[in-house]
C-alpha cells in the first residue's frame, strides 16, 4: 500500500520569511514518481514538480527548492523568502507505476503568508 | 487547447438524485482519474482508468459508477446522492509513465 503524509496542517509566516514543509511516503515499490502540487485560494490544483525514484538530486527553481531522500522517505519542499502569493494549499502526491500510476496524495499543508 | 473539461462547475442535488458529472481531455491521455476534496482530508481517489474500456476502484468508491468509452471521456454517475456525497469533486488525467495528473477545475456539489 501506498501512503503519504504531510504532519504539518498549517503554518503561518511573515512574508520574507523561509518555509519548508514536509512529507514523508510509504511504499515498498522501486519504481515511483513524487510530486508537489498547488491549490491556491481559488482552487485549481497546479503541478509544480516531479521527482522519480531514481532521481535524489534535489533541485532549486527561483525561490523554490525540493529535497529529496530516499533513506527517510523524504520528499520536502521549500519556500525561500515567501510572498504573500505563495498563501496555498500544498499537496504532495506519490504515484506507483505498478499500481497503474494511481496518484495519492497527503492530506495537504496549508500556508498563509502574512504581509 | 482545453485540458480536462469538468462540468457542470456546480451542483445542488436533493437525497435520492442521481446525477452524472462530465470529464473530458483533449491531450490523448490514457490515464484518468476521479477525486473528491473534503475539508481537512486532502484529496481521496474515487476511481480510476488506465485507457478505454478499463476501470478499477481507488479510495472511496461507494456509490459512485464509472464508465470509459473512449479515450477523452470519464464520467462519474452518483447513483442515489447522500449528504455525505457532498465535496469538490476534480477529474485528472495524464499520459502514465510518472508524467503529473493535469486536473480540472472542479465540480462543487451539495447534496441536501
Known amino acids: 500500500a501506498q501512503k503519504v503524509t504531510q504532519a504539518q496542517t498549517e503554518i503561518s509566516v511573515v512574508e520574507k520569511e523561509d518555509v519548508t514543509l514536509d512529507c514523508v511516503y510509504e511504499?515498498?515499490?522501486?519504481?515511483?514518481?513524487l510530486f508537489w502540487y498547488k491549490q491556491p485560494p481559488s482552487g485549481e490544483l497546479v503541478f509544480l514538480i516531479r521527482?522519480?525514484?531514481?532521481?535524489?538530486q534535489n533541485e532549486i527553481s527561483g525561490r523554490y527548492s525540493w529535497n529529496f531522500q530516499k533513506s527517510t522517505s523524504s520528499f520536502n519542499f521549500t519556500i525561500t523568502a515567501s510572498q504573500v502569493v505563495d498563501s496555498a494549499v500544498y499537496f504532495c502526491?506519490?504515484?506507483?507505476?505498478?499500481?497503474?500510476?494511481?496518484?495519492?496524495f497527503g492530506g495537504g499543508t496549508r500556508v498563509l503568508v502574512k504581509p | 487547447n482545453a485540458g480536462v473539461t469538468q462540468t457542470p462547475k456546480f451542483q445542488v442535488l436533493k437525497t435520492g438524485q442521481s446525477m452524472t458529472l462530465q470529464c473530458a481531455q483533449d491531450?490523448?491521455?490514457?490515464?484518468m482519474s476521479w477525486y473528491r476534496q473534503d475539508p481537512g482530508m486532502g484529496l481521496r481517489l474515487i476511481h480510476y482508468?488506465?485507457?478505454?474500456?478499463?476501470?478499477d476502484q481507488g479510495e472511496v468508491p461507494n456509490g459512485y459508477n464509472v464508465s470509459r468509452s473512449t479515450t477523452e471521456d470519464f464520467p462519474l454517475r452518483l447513483l442515489s446522492a447522500a449528504p455525505s456525497q457532498t465535496s469538490v469533486y476534480f477529474c485528472?488525467?495524464?499520459?502514465?509513465?510518472?508524467?503529473?495528473?493535469?486536473f480540472g477545475s472542479g465540480t462543487r456539489l451539495t447534496v441536501v
Open positions: 491531450m490523448n491521455h490514457e490515464y
Open positions: 502526491a506519490l504515484m506507483i507505476k505498478a499500481a497503474g500510476n494511481k496518484l495519492t
Open positions: 521527482r522519480n525514484s531514481f532521481d535524489e
Open positions: 485528472a488525467s495524464s499520459y502514465g509513465g510518472g508524467y503529473g495528473y493535469t
Open positions: 511504499t515498498r515499490d522501486t519504481t515511483y514518481y
Open positions: 482508468s488506465v485507457g478505454a474500456g478499463i476501470t
